[in-house]
Structures are given as structure tokens and as C-alpha cells.
């Protein structure tokens, strides 16, 4: 079990995320990913955009650098890729993908998830959440990994299963998508959660949900923390 240790100030690691909340609508959707052709919201490998001006009680949010997956079943290597971009590390999503062992069906597994962030920068773990809906000392644990990552610099790469009547905003609603994304902020005055997503369903690119939406995501997946 690797040693974590939280931060002193979660306000120490409030910064500011310059990407755009909303980006060009998505065309097409893949069940599995989710998502059109990449276009990315990076310039010479930094961010770019409007800040979130201005911040709100409660609120840790970390600085990424956001791309749209770039094949409708790399939402995956393109989650991983926004959250090592939070630690200052830039890999191709064709160099994720082949790390992940990604192929036209998508990422199989969280744990591939977890292998390839703890490579680069140790830290994660795999947890499973087979319970649908999940139990409560689930949610506290999630909760919890949540608190401790964002607080520590690491976002969260969540696999999701989104079925019609429980999605994220702009997901086809006609369909139920497997999926992963990054979850790279929260406020712990409303608990809600900060989503990059990968697959930008109509545009939406980065996101608020309800903390309780995002447990009732997750099963019968997990996440990498």
C-alpha cells in the first residue's frame, strides 16, 4: 500500500483552469467511448482559454491540458492524458493508447487505467465498484480518494456507464455509453465534482456534477485514484 499523505491547505492547490468550458459541438458518438475526432484545446503543449473567474467557496480545481479524444474508442488514452498533464507530463494519445492496450472495442479495464498512470507518476490505485447501486461505504471512499487526489495534485480517471436517464449533460440520450473521463476538481460546500471529459458530447467539455451522480456512474466499473 503506498503512503498519501494529504495537504495541509486545499486552497494551496487551488489554481486556475484556462481551458474553455464549452468547445465545438460533438458529431457522431461511439457507444463505447463516446466521442467525435479529437480537436485539441492545447497550444505548444499548455492550456489556453478564459479563466473560471471567479472562484467559488469550497472549490479545488487543478490546471490541465484538455484534448477531445481522437478516435471515437480512445477516451481512455485521452482521460489519461488530461490527468498526467496535471503533473507536468505530455504523451501522445497514440503512445497512451498503445501503453494501454486500447484497441477498437475501447480500454477494457480500470486497472490498465491504473498500471500505465502509476508508470509515470506512482500514486494510483485501483478501485472497483461493482455494486449498483453502490453502498455507502463506497460513496465514503470515493469521496474520500477524491478529496486526498485533488488536494494532492492527481486527478481521478473514472470508468462510466451512462444510461439513458442517468448521463452527464449532452450525452446522446438514446444510448448508453461506456466511457472514461477525468474528474479533476470538487467543492465541498455543495458536493459537486469537476469533469474534463474527453468525449465532448455537444460540447461539453468540462462540466459540474453532483457528487451523488458520479457514485451512480461508476458502477459496475471503478476508478483509478
Given at each position: 500500500?503506498?503512503?498519501r ?5 486545499a ?27 479529437a ?23 487543478l ?30 494519445q ?9 484497441h477498437?472495442?475501447g ?9 500505465v ?6 500514486w ?18 470515493l469521496?474520500?480518494d477524491?478529496v486526498l ?40 460546500v ?29 458502477p ?6
Amino acid at each position: 500500500m503506498r503512503q498519501r499523505k494529504l495537504v495541509a491547505s486545499a486552497a494551496a492547490l487551488t489554481v486556475v483552469l484556462a481551458v474553455p468550458l464549452l468547445g465545438p459541438a460533438a458529431a457522431g458518438a461511439a457507444v463505447e467511448a463516446g466521442g467525435p475526432p479529437a480537436t485539441s484545446q492545447s497550444a505548444a503543449g499548455r492550456p489556453t482559454g478564459v479563466a473560471q473567474e471567479p472562484r467559488t467557496m469550497g472549490e479545488v480545481v487543478l490546471n490541465v491540458d484538455y484534448q477531445v479524444q481522437e478516435t471515437g474508442y480512445w477516451c481512455g488514452p485521452a482521460a489519461v492524458r488530461i490527468a498526467l498533464s496535471a503533473r507536468g507530463i505530455y504523451r501522445s494519445q497514440a503512445d497512451l493508447a498503445a501503453q494501454l492496450g486500447t484497441h477498437t472495442g475501447g480500454t477494457d479495464w480500470i486497472g490498465q487505467v491504473t498500471r500505465v498512470l502509476s508508470n509515470h507518476v506512482g500514486w494510483y490505485e485501483t478501485k472497483e465498484m461493482p455494486n449498483d447501486p453502490p453502498t455507502q461505504a463506497q460513496k465514503d471512499l470515493l469521496w474520500r480518494d477524491i478529496v486526498l487526489n485533488i488536494n494532492n495534485n492527481y486527478p481521478i480517471v473514472a470508468n462510466i456507464v451512462a444510461p439513458p436517464g442517468n448521463q452527464p449533460p449532452g450525452y446522446p440520450p438514446n444510448q448508453t455509453i461506456y466511457h472514461y473521463f477525468t474528474v479533476i476538481g470538487y467543492n465541498d460546500v455543495n458536493r459537486t465534482v469537476l469533469i474534463a471529459d474527453p468525449a465532448s458530447f455537444s460540447g461539453y467539455q468540462f462540466y459540474w456534477l453532483t457528487f451523488d451522480q458520479l457514485a451512480s456512474l461508476i458502477p459496475p466499473k471503478g476508478y483509478s485514484a
